[in-house]
């Protein structure tokens, strides 16, 4: 039961802690409300509940036998990140913004978690810190990414309720700009440490050369 708790207290504070995934559904609930965002926090729960398994399984044994995908995936991470705080930070009132009439869907959430960087440290993490060899590996990463799955729609929910109660204090056009405007810098930010990690890697690589 010990091990049980610690992958639940693990996956509770990984999930409900600021990062791009919470950063975007609290924007999304500040737009859209709720019911048009519950299907971007499905995706995004049972998207990143997924990718942790296929994690377990082997899949970043990938990186190992390609180390040019991890770098290529980094980078358009950073790119697609940097798209989605330019459509934060020009979206004003969605009732006079045709082109964000619509909250991002399901599978773009589920997309989103092979391009988040939170995402890969927490998945990578969870299987290092809770599978043990010869312990049953694949039963055991199949636990963890169920206790995910569950864990993560209330810690997530938590962040989309937040943004729909701040709908109700953000009621004109001007106010609800500054929060997009607030929400795009962390995004932002958010890019940040992965972009340093990005450049230094590239200018190791030039100086190797």
């Not at 405007?181 to 930010?189: G, K, P, Q």
């Amino acid at each position: 039961m010990e091990y049980l708790y610690a992958i639940i207290l693990f996956a509770i504070s990984s999930s409900v802690t600021p990062g791009p995934n919470n950063i975007m559904i609290m924007t999304s609930g500040v737009n859209f409300g709720v019911k048009k965002s519950l299907p971007l926090l499905s995706g995004i729960c049972i998207g990143f509940a997924f990718m942790l398994l296929l994690v377990g399984l082997g899949f970043s044994r990938l990186f190992e036998w390609f180390p040019a995908l991890h770098m290529i995936i980094k980078c358009a991470g950073v790119l697609y990140l940097l798209y989605l705080a330019w459509l934060i930070a020009r979206s004003a009132d969605i009732q006079s913004t045709a082109s964000q009439g619509e909250p991002l869907s399901f599978l773009k959430g589920a997309l989103f978690q092979w391009i988040n960087g939170k995402a890969w440290v927490v998945a990578t993490g969870a299987v290092a810190a809770f599978t043990t060899v010869g312990g049953g590996v694949d039963s055991q990463t199949m636990l963890i990414a169920i206790t995910f799955l569950l864990v993560s729609y209330p810690c997530v929910g938590v962040w989309l309720l937040f943004g729909s109660l701040l709908k109700n204090w953000l009621g004109s056009a001007a106010s609800r700009n500054r929060f997009n405007l607030v929400m795009a810098s962390l995004l932002v930010i958010s890019v940040l440490p992965v972009l340093k990690e990005i450049l230094l890697q590239l200018q190791g690589q030039v100086m190797a050369l």
